[in-house]
């Protein structure tokens, strides 16, 4: 991706997926979300000066806490002022781990990709699939699956036709899964998870399946694909053709 393509995607994706994002909630210099249970809750998008940004914190920190739900503040490496994450420290915010975002064409993704032998991919549309889909969460990265379990079911009950969620299975065992989210009105859709067990990684299984939902993405009209990437998977997406666009930070309020 030439320096103006990365400009000019990555000003795409800051109009469309933060600063106009559906549903968003303008307060201010803010967008935020304010999910039903289930739902994410969260800021998405700001643009802040030092002498407005602490304010705007104290704000959706009451805005949320009202609402008894904890909440992420997405913090982006172009964000303003230059130390609203130590703001959000002092505020009593949490940072997880520093994502990468990356972006790609889907159709340059869309590629044909060889599963191994015996590996077949299956479509999850019911609490069963949901089921193993959490357990690959679980054994793939060592964190409890109970907020996934609870987002997904509400995703398949309230916005099954934007959502792609996709197990890779080795006979009854599920090794790999990965779920695309799309958003009408937009040139994107998101990949989300990704967890490979660990006896099953390096065979191309995680590579299959992005290479399947970016077909899925081609049939439905989206031009790039956009990924938070941690340390593990963003060589995997260079290797495939995705260009890092920025960095970002989630951080973590609970009330």
Excluded at 183 to 193: H, I, K, R, V
């Amino acid at each position: 991706m030439h320096r103006q393509d990365h400009t000019a995607v990555l000003a795409l994706f800051d109009r469309q997926l933060r600063r106009d994002a559906h549903p968003g909630e303008r307060d201010g210099d803010v967008v935020r979300q304010s999910g039903d249970d289930g739902d994410w809750s969260g800021v998405l998008w700001s643009s802040l000066r030092p002498d407005t940004a602490d304010a705007a914190i104290a704000r959706q920190v009451r805005h949320f806490s009202a609402l008894g739900r904890p909440f992420e503040w997405k913090l982006y490496s172009y964000d303003t002022p230059d130390d609203l994450g130590a703001r959000l420290r002092a505020a009593g915010f949490v940072p997880e781990a520093q994502e990468t975002v990356m972006a790609g064409e889907a159709a340059r993704m869309a590629v044909d990709v060889e599963l191994p032998d015996g590996v077949r991919l299956e479509p999850v549309t019911d609490a069963a699939g949901v089921d193993l889909v959490v357990q690959v969460h679980e054994q793939a990265f060592g964190t409890s699956g109970d907020r996934l379990r609870a987002q997904l079911l509400v995703q398949l009950a309230k916005n099954a036709d934007t959502v792609d969620i996709t197990l890779a299975m080795a006979g009854d065992l599920p090794v790999c899964s990965a779920r695309m989210e799309r958003y009408p009105g937009t040139d994107f859709a998101g990949l989300w998870g990704g967890g490979t067990l660990a006896a099953w990684r390096g065979r191309g299984i995680y590579r299959a399946l992005v290479a399947h939902r970016a077909r899925l993405a081609v049939a439905k009209g989206v031009r790039h694909l956009q990924v938070d990437a941690s340390d593990d998977s963003r060589p995997i997406l260079e290797r495939l053709g995705f260009t890092a666009l920025c960095t970002t930070t989630p951080y973590v309020y609970e009330p």
